[in-house]
């Protein structure tokens, strides 16, 4: 790869973008704020701010909220679906589950409303035998019906359609003939497999995000051509992996998470070249906060991810768990008297007090600056605002000085952001003492150490870039294809040559699709693993395995090891039943040189603090401030300090030591 690559990830409050050169290894960035309704004008403002030449780019990665944000608003196209006789309401009725454990009420809304919900007769078994053939003139009826209705899109959902599609094959034939476009969603296309509430979900999702997601990325593209930007638009799935931006709205729903799941991919590479293969990712932006792990350098990879309550998407999609948490997360006092942070957010419009756009109620950056984290002089007038503002709403309401107050804010924020972590280590049987805390997002590292020390993470990493780290990941992830297929059977009565030929068929699909794309790869590897669990039981358990050509016995025997390392118990007695064969397809891209997100012309012989304030640590104290672009490579700090750079501020508690590495990376040690 020889032109220039960009990646730029737009997230609910800022647009950041990075360009590589490979031939020279120059880097250049920007950050500005995301444009709201149009995400795209953000997207061209980054680029205008980086002075970059769009004719002279050879490839752009995108990362986009559109599809999430769509589904955590509700913000949909219309939508209609045909189901089998008698399960209309199988999106609605769900697992029985409650919004809240122990609340007595809830509010739950279907993706689709029952109205445009329509049933024809039809049927198949679990086996895949015909039951009841498909009433083709009923479907006609139906579909006419729900394009009347005014549905821009269309989802076809029979029962036991993964073990047979004939019905929804033939039924999506009629469809078209009738549709007024091409947003037709088979559910078995979609997703292959059974459980029919998850697969009628993803389908629903699905249909209902692709209009508004082809009309975002074809006015981006165009808007982008009309720059000069003359090659293929590449998009970040949420599974980590990319794809062209002509079919990305064919799987719209594999686009939800695709800005957190690019963070992620930033970790595992940023992670690799550290030497540290093992990692706690933290991501705080303005909105919320995205965490994970990395095992062995690999992301982890889910397909029973829950996007919200009764929201379950099943596709395969990086495991991140995300809190409401944000540098623009409000504080406020409930009605009990007790203090509450978040999940409700001032984003980018009108901000945090301090930002001084109109504001007026006070977040987790207000209590930063008035801790002395963030400098008073950047924030102007609107530092004496936030004062004001926190006295006001937090101070004098609990009968706390207004430092009490600001720390008490960032307390709670540390608390939810905590848990979040425990949820992905120590609920899945992980220790986080065997792992680093990887920090990123605008506001990641101001809270890190702190975070570190909760956990008893023993180091926290932080990038050379951490505000840009998501559209960094835009640029280093490889291209990825996911497949899924149903057996549902006891292993010891599966035919193997059947598991080998599906696994096989999977493999070769994968490949004949990453052959299409026209890029740059130096190596495409497959990666098998089975969906298990012992009769019986519901949930799942994700099992690796080492070729496409599994034994019975290794396909047994992986699977209770499995079982036991994540519950510490054996089953012996019980039969184990295969669920689901899965293939991942990877291409390969060419590494990034990382060493120059920060420019070396900047750095200075010694580490020379530019100034010092004030900053409370428990009480206010002296403390040394630097600027990151001017440090050397080699460094050796103690704590407190405080390091800032363009894209965001880091922090570092009493007693912590600050190391770098060859490419720039902060690498603290956490000394409680």
Aim: hydrophobic share 45%.
């Amino acid at each position: 790869m020889t032109g220039l690559v960009a990646g730029v990830d737009v997230g609910g409050t800022f647009t950041d973008l990075v360009i590589f050169d490979p031939a020279s290894g120059a880097v250049r960035l920007a950050k500005v704020p995301t444009t709201l309704p149009n995400q795209a004008g953000g997207v061209l403002n980054a680029f205008a701010e980086a002075g970059a030449d769009l004719s002279a780019i050879d490839l752009i990665v995108h990362g986009t909220t559109t599809t999430t944000n769509a589904v955590l608003e509700r913000q949909l196209a219309k939508t209609g679906l045909i189901t089998t006789m008698g399960f209309r309401d199988v999106l609605e009725l769900g697992r029985r589950t409650r919004p809240q454990a122990y609340g007595m009420h809830g509010r739950f809304v279907p993706v689709i409303p029952r109205d445009l919900r329509l049933e024809v007769p039809e049927r198949m078994d679990a086996r895949g035998r015909v039951v009841t053939p498909l009433d083709e003139a009923a479907l006609r009826l139906a579909v006419t019906r729900l394009r009347d209705d005014g549905c821009e899109a269309l989802v076809i959902h029979f029962l036991h359609a993964y073990a047979n599609p004939a019905h929804e094959l033939l039924a999506a034939k009629v469809a078209r003939e009738i549709w007024p476009n091409d947003y037709i969603t088979l559910a078995h296309v979609l997703l292959s497999e059974s459980r029919e509430y998850e697969r009628g979900v993803t389908a629903a999702v699905n249909a209902s995000v692709q209009p508004l997601l082809e009309r975002y990325i074809a006015r981006l593209a165009s808007e982008l051509a009309a720059k000069g930007y003359a090659r293929d638009l590449l998009v970040m799935n949420g599974n980590g992996g990319m794809v062209a931006a002509k079919d990305v709205a064919k799987e719209a729903v594999k686009t939800v998470m695709s800005g957190p799941a690019s963070g992620v991919m930033a970790a595992v590479a940023t992670g690799r070249r550290a030497g540290m293969a093992n990692l706690l990712t933290y991501d705080m932006g303005g909105t919320s906060t995205d965490v994970a792990m990395i095992r062995n350098g690999t992301a982890p990879v889910s397909n029973e991810i829950e996007v919200e309550y009764a929201m379950p998407i099943h596709v395969p999609m990086v495991d991140v768990r995300t809190v409401g948490a944000g540098g623009g997360s409000i504080a406020r006092i409930d009605a009990g008297g007790m203090l509450r942070v978040g999940p409700e957010s001032a984003g980018s419009t009108p901000g945090p007090v301090c930002y001084g756009r109109g504001g007026t109620k006070v977040t987790i950056s207000d209590a930063n600056l008035i801790l002395g984290r963030l400098p008073a002089s950047r924030f102007g007038q609107a530092a004496e605002a936030a004062f004001a503002a926190m006295q006001e709403q937090i101070a004098v309401p609990l009968g706390l000085s207004v430092e009490a107050a600001a720390e008490a804010v960032i307390r709670i924020a540390n608390t939810h952001m905590a848990g979040a972590i425990r949820m992905v280590s120590i609920s899945l049987g992980a220790d986080p003492r065997d792992f680093a805390l990887f920090a990123f997002g605008g506001a990641g590292p101001l809270h890190a150490v702190a975070l570190a020390k909760e956990l008893n993470v023993p180091k926290v990493l932080i990038p050379a870039r951490p505000g840009i780290t998501n559209a960094l990941g835009c640029v280093v992830a490889d291209l990825r294809h996911d497949f899924v297929r149903t057996l549902n059977r006891p292993l010891d009565g599966v035919e193997m040559g059947e598991v080998h030929r599906v696994l096989a068929a999977q493999e070769a699909e994968g490949r004949r699709l990453i052959g299409l794309e026209k890029i740059a790869l130096t190596a495409v590897r497959a990666e098998y693993s089975a969906d298990m669990q012992f009769v019986g039981q519901t949930h799942l358990l994700r099992v690796p395995l080492p070729s496409a050509t599994p034994p019975r016995e290794d396909l047994q025997h992986l699977f209770e090891a499995a079982y036991h390392a994540r519950f510490r118990v054996d089953l012996p007695t019980i039969r184990a039943n295969l669920v689901n064969l899965n293939v991942s397809v990877i291409g390969e891209r060419p590494a990034l040189d990382l060493s120059r997100l920060i420019d070396p012309a900047g750095r200075r012989g010694a580490a020379e603090a530019a100034t010092t304030r004030k900053v409370w640590f428990g009480g206010w104290q002296d403390t040394p401030v630097y600027w990151r672009d001017h440090l050397p490579l080699k460094i050796d700090l103690q704590g407190p300090a405080i390091i800032e750079q363009m894209d965001t501020t880091i922090v570092v508690d009493p007693g912590a030591r600050v190391t770098s590495d060859a490419d720039g990376n902060l690498i603290i040690e956490v000394n409680e």
